[in-house]
């Protein structure tokens, strides 16, 4: 990835309004921030949240709080706790989300 034309910035995280994605089950919570072609987000997951789609979008996801389970259209699963990453090309492999207890995460695509 390279980025251009993007001056020195700051984000309070708090003060970005929060958008409300439901999914199968649960709910998430998305403050988005958008840099020219590079989306930027802080996502909360409810507990019990099951998304309702399988993403074919590629992304650098960070879990800050709580564990989340990511599934990959072929079956593997994953278990990610606080401090753990993943990353993903675009059209590679599909995946969701899901958590039992609910996870917050930092997101960028």
């Known amino acids: 990835m390279q980025i251009d034309d993007l001056p020195f910035g700051t984000t309070d995280w708090a003060q970005v309004?929060?958008?409300?994605?439901?999914?199968?089950?649960?709910?998430?919570?998305?403050?988005?921030?958008?840099?020219?072609?590079?989306r930027v987000r802080m996502v909360e997951y409810t507990p019990g949240y099951l998304a309702d789609h399988w993403c074919r979008k590629g992304h650098?996801?960070?879990?800050?709080?709580?564990?989340?389970?990511?599934?990959?259209?072929d079956g593997r699963r994953m278990t990610l706790k606080a401090g753990m990453s993943y990353q993903v090309a675009d059209g590679a492999e599909a995946h969701r989300s899901s958590t039992a207890t609910g996870a917050r995460l930092f997101v960028v695509d």
Do not use: S
């Open 17 to 38: 309004p929060a958008t409300e994605h439901p999914g199968e089950t649960g709910t998430a919570f998305w403050r988005t921030r958008q840099f020219g072609p590079i």
């Open 60 to 73: 650098i996801l960070l879990v800050i709080d709580g564990v989340l389970e990511t599934e990959l259209e």
